[in-house]
């Protein structure tokens, strides 16, 4: 279980994915892809934010709300919250690499996914 930024950002630096970067917004590392805020640590809550449609938070919510919780700044942004030591590393990995696809400029994923076929 992933239990703190560091940790976080080295499974999503280990992706190995590109047009991911590093900033500073606000004062506060995160991870950019595709010039986008990809994958930080939440600094208002001791836990890592993912994208989540309304159902799917909910969903979640009812399933572990022991890991999965809801911040007023961040909720209007479509994201869920899941608590420091309760991110899985495989749902973090998935998670992680469909928020990169999602923000990838289609034309550029085109050409991505047909040098780099799924495995």
């Known amino acids: 279980m992933i239990q703190d930024w ?3 950002k080295a499974l999503a630096v280990g992706l190995n994915l590109p ?5 500073h917004p606000w004062g506060h590392e995160v991870l950019k892809a595709h ?4 994958c930080y640590w939440a600094a208002l809550a ?3 934010p993912f994208k989540a449609s309304p159902e799917e938070r909910e969903m ?5 709300p022991d890991s999965f919780f809801l911040h007023p700044h961040y909720t209007p942004h479509g994201l869920i919250l899941v608590r420091a030591g ?3 590393e495989g749902w973090a990995k998935a998670r992680l690499t469909r928020q990169w696809r999602n923000i990838a400029p289609k034309r550029w994923l085109k050409e991505w996914d047909a040098t780099h076929p799924a495995p």
């Open 86 to 88: 309760h991110i899985d």
């Open 46 to 48: 001791d836990g890592a």
């Open 60 to 64: 979640l919510l009812q399933a572990d």
């Open 6 to 8: 560091p940790q976080l």
């Open 19 to 23: 047009e991911v970067t590093i900033a």
């Open 35 to 38: 010039g986008r805020m990809w």
